[in-house]
């Protein structure tokens, strides 16, 4: 089982670095022109005007935010001669958008905290188990890669725990365990290493699986574009929930895949992906490797790795998500009936993510191609 497991890990790292090489030139491309122009430029006028939509904001209010003088460089504030009541989270991010200003409403953190929630660790229990991170996608059914939940019997051997984590005060939170129950609905997909599974609907300590709420998965357009920054909840190597935030750039959209560059370690697969608005825009999957020139995957001291020496050993150079709106319209072509469509269709439905004031318990062309305008996420 171990073996098995190490081999699809090893087949996803040698899949990601081959794309990313095959990405060099108009990843190069990419930056030459954020570091330019910016990121309004970077990705195709057909995303960057969704992405602007999305924001509030069309190309006449980025053009006049471009070309309005700022002194200094780097304002305190806004960039524009607004009044205070005029600076709003759609301004501010307009402005970020544009590379204008860093600033963020303070709403940002809260809901970080609120959409964190819904994150918890999965463990795998028996032979070649281990950890990885998933999330709520509806109230009943959890999100995370194929290769941490293979198949019915793994996953039914698997628990997931929310508010492992640490408090305010830095002491721990008492965790709450839920386990799998994949008879009930389990769903997974290889080539998009996702798997989708039904938790439990209380925990091992009574407590109900509906007090950590979902994240509400989307197809619409406009969520994110090459050059903007991307925030991940993750439990890395499985320990207590942490977040790699704000300097995590997408450098390259493929057709089903997001390269970005983050913090993320082992057990970080799974992990939902965020823009600035706390929208899902990716599955966190995978880790790119520095490799040879036979896309084998590089250890830190510059030989071939191998698995057993461990994902530490691992040299990375950036990562790699699972675009959302591919994952949501693969499940939508999956075929299913009865009580097990009724939880799937629960997936498209909107609903509200926990309430930040509950207490926390103690493929239509080759990925080689440029991107075009299809949907973001």
């Known amino acids: 089982m171990a073996s098995e497991r190490e081999s699809d890990y090893l087949s996803q790292l040698t899949m990601a670095a081959t794309r990313y090489a095959n990405r060099t030139t108009r990843r190069e491309q990419n930056q030459s022109v954020i570091e330019r122009r910016g990121p309004l430029y970077a990705d195709t006028p057909e995303r960057v005007e969704k992405r602007l939509a999305r924001l509030g904001a069309d190309w006449a209010m980025a053009r006049a935010i471009e070309q309005t003088p700022t002194e200094p460089a780097s304002s305190a504030g806004s960039t524009l001669q607004l009044p205070a009541e005029a600076c709003t989270s759609e301004v501010l991010g307009l402005e970020r958008l544009i590379g204008r ?60 725990a929310f508010a492992f984590q640490d408090g305010v005060d830095g002491n721990p939170l008492v965790p709450a365990v839920f386990p799998l129950e994949p008879l009930r609905f389990f769903v997974t997909d290889r080539a998009l290493d996702y798997s989708l599974v039904a938790v439990a609907p209380r925990s091992a300590q009574d407590e109900p ?42 450098v390259d959209v493929l057709e089903r895949f997001l390269h970005y560059e983050s913090d993320t370690r082992e057990g970080s697969s799974g992990s939902p992906v965020f823009n600035d608005q706390w929208e899902v825009v990716a599955l966190h999957h995978s880790a790119v490797p520095k490799a040879d020139a036979e896309g084998r995957p590089l250890s830190i001291d510059g030989t071939v790795w191998r698995p057993e020496m461990g994902e530490q050993q691992l040299a990375w150079r950036a990562n790699e998500g699972v675009r959302i709106s591919r994952i949501l319209r693969a499940l939508h072509e999956v075929s299913l009936s009865g009580e097990a469509a009724r939880l799937r269709d629960e997936v498209f439905t909107m609903g509200l993510a926990p309430s930040a004031t509950e207490s926390a318990p103690a493929m239509s062309s080759a990925d080689g191609a440029p991107p075009g305008p299809v949907a973001d996420g």
């Open 101 to 160: 200003n860093n600033l963020t409403p303070v709403a940002f953190l809260e809901g970080g905290v609120q959409v964190s929630r819904s994150v918890g660790r999965v463990t795998v229990g028996g032979p070649g188990g281990g950890h990885g991170t998933g999330f709520m996608v509806s109230p009943s059914l959890l999100l995370t890669n194929n290769h941490v939940l293979r198949g019915t019997e793994e996953a039914s051997r698997s628990k997931v």
């Open 209 to 250: 699986l509906s007090s950590f709420g979902r994240l509400t998965l989307s197809q619409a357009e406009g969520k994110v574009v090459i050059g903007e920054f991307v925030n991940i909840i993750q439990h890395p190597r499985g320990e207590p929930k942490q977040i790699a935030l704000r300097e995590n750039q997408i």
